[in-house]
């Protein structure tokens, strides 16, 4: 990493930073576990810091530098992969560009009248319909102090999730996805963070040498390609209706995204999408022409469940993917109305 | 057969290989090469069975020499400058990603064949036939097990269809999870990386 501060700087920064610790630290004591999960929602994203987090899922580690900033309004991001071939990715607003280990840089802009365009952070209103707040404290993350808000699942149709935040910052240092059985099926946690007093542009200039980021925009990239891209490539030939279709049972907390939208999304989108504030999961309603089996699959903290229906002499295929518990998708599957 | 080539083997029998990977893959060029891949993928296969306790006695089918055969310095399978119309980025995000969240730290899904302990190849004595382990979604860590059958090559496509499908929707998913949660201190790291996947450490052995 080439994080440069001035010594003179340093000692501002230090000082700053000292004040900023007590500040917060005065602030702090009367926050409920809600409170502090608000706050990260608000702050964080114009927190300035930088750092290296490790993703661990399904046997899996990942390293990732990073430094974020807000400049504008807008968020800045630089994300280096630490291991293997050295993928960057920097983020300015609504720019997106992608550098591949061969400097070949792709650059994404991310339009926003997709159907995310309007998507709010999840309310804790939301939340509090699936999870219980709990907060624990004081912790330490990174040699940070920490907060660590708990939301316990109501029932047995989710999994538990724990969030560390920073005091400082309310940035989140470690979060982890827990089955009810008490497994971690995914965690994410900085090993080191340190915030950043003095912006500077070069923090998210391209640590591979030699590329230029381009200011031209390249393709468009829009909700409808990409669902279409990924699942065009796998369907047969033939272009099928879809299928309109309901689900006849969602878990308490949940609730379809892009709702927004859902007076053009038509009932017969082959992809919906429901989340509960903090989970996702997607069910896909397709025509099956082949492979017709049932099953679950889990891939890391991600389950797949695949149920067959028939339906006016038609086999159709329902798929659900999520972070969400075996039974849970299976019940989603099954609850699958064609009509 | 080229590295990339065995890593993409490795990465479609544990159901982590993407289709753009796979049509790689499967467009064989000649007849030797799609029976060096055949035999490296009946070889993988053996291997984690053995490895599972799962394979009581099977050919003493020595493909070494298949595969050495096979490895051929060939070129190496695309990455060239020209991007063609049906490329994608390595992180394609929807509309209001959330880039924290998108971390497109290219993750695979689950892991490549690098279980520890992978057994060196051995000469083993017994029938000549391979076992045939039919295809399901199973609970385990890649979303499919795929039937290794090379004969039956309409089996083997229908296969590779679910299985690209499977990932599709991995994929598919992950990317919306990143953008959906809107916790911009919180990426999920569940982006299959399709062009830039992690090497598999093939083992010395292997490639003899």
Excluded at chain 1, 277 to 283: A, L, N, P, Y
Excluded at chain 2, 87 to 102: D, E, I, N
Aim: charge should be negative; proline fraction near 5%.
């Amino acid at each position: 990493m080439n994080f440069s501060i001035p010594s003179v700087g340093r000692l501002v920064v230090g000082f700053v930073l000292g004040l900023s610790v007590v500040g917060t630290a005065m602030a702090n004591q009367s926050l409920t576990a809600e409170g502090w999960y608000e706050r990260m929602l608000q702050e964080a994203p114009k927190a300035q810091y930088q750092g290296i987090f490790t993703h661990q899922s399904g046997g899996q580690s990942q390293s990732v530098e990073i430094v974020h900033g807000m400049k504008e309004g807008l968020v800045w991001e630089r994300l280096l992969h630490l291991d293997g071939p050295a993928r960057e990715v920097i983020r300015k607003g609504e720019q997106l560009y992608c550098i591949h280990p061969d400097a070949r840089v792709e650059q994404i802009a991310q339009p926003t009248n997709g159907p995310f365009a309007a998507e709010s952070m999840a309310s804790t209103q939301q939340l509090q319909q699936g999870y219980e707040f709990l907060l624990h404290g004081p912790k330490r993350i990174a040699g940070r102090p920490a907060v660590l808000v708990q939301l316990k699942p109501k029932d047995e149709l989710r999994h538990h999730y724990l969030v560390w935040l920073d005091q400082q910052t309310s940035v989140a240092l470690k979060s982890e996805l827990v089955n009810q059985r008490g497994q971690v099926l995914e965690r994410y946690q900085f090993n080191y963070f340190a915030p950043y007093e003095q912006w500077n542009d070069n923090l998210f200039s391209p640590r591979r040498q030699g590329v230029e980021l381009e200011t031209t925009p390249a393709q468009d990239v829009d909700a409808d390609a990409t669902v279409a891209d990924a699942q065009g490539a796998v369907e047969s030939l033939q272009a099928a209706p879809v299928q309109n279709w309901k689900l006849n049972w969602l878990p308490v907390g949940f609730m379809q995204k892009d709702s927004a939208q859902a007076a053009q999304a038509n009932a017969h989108d082959a992809r919906r999408m429901f989340s509960d504030g903090i989970v996702m999961f997607s069910v896909y309603v397709e025509p099956a022409h082949e492979d017709k089996q049932d099953g679950v699959a889990q891939v890391g903290a991600t389950v797949l469940a695949v149920q067959h229906k028939q339906w006016q002499g038609l086999e159709h295929r329902i798929t659900v993917v999520g972070e969400i518990p075996e039974q849970t998708a299976k019940r989603i599957a099954q609850s699958v109305e064609l009509m | 057969m080229s590295q990339k080539q065995n890593e993409s083997l490795s990465a479609l029998m544990d159901g982590e290989l993407d289709e753009m990977s796979l049509h790689r893959l499967l467009k064989g060029d000649d007849a030797a090469e799609q029976a060096a891949m055949r035999a490296t993928w009946s070889r993988y296969h053996l291997a984690r069975d053995t490895m599972k306790g799962d394979v009581d006695q099977f050919a003493g089918v020595d493909i070494s020499a298949a595969v050495s055969a096979a490895l051929v310095d060939d070129a190496p399978l695309s990455q060239s400058s020209v991007v063609s119309a049906t490329r994608k980025p390595w992180w394609k995000p929807v509309a209001g990603l959330s880039v924290a969240a998108s971390v497109a730290f290219a993750v695979v899904i689950g892991a490549h064949f690098t279980q520890d302990g992978l057994q060196p190849e051995q000469q083993l004595a017994g029938k000549t036939e391979i076992k045939i382990v039919t295809p399901e979604i199973t609970k385990q860590k890649g979303p499919t097990m795929l039937a290794e059958n090379p004969v039956n090559g309409a089996q083997q496509q229908e296969l590779q269809q679910a299985q690209q499908r499977l990932n599709s929707y991995l994929k598919q998913h992950a990317q919306d999870s990143a953008i959906g949660q809107g916790r911009t201190a919180m990426p999920f790291a569940r982006v299959v990386n399709f062009e830039t996947q992690e090497p598999v450490q093939v083992p010395a052995t292997i490639n003899k």
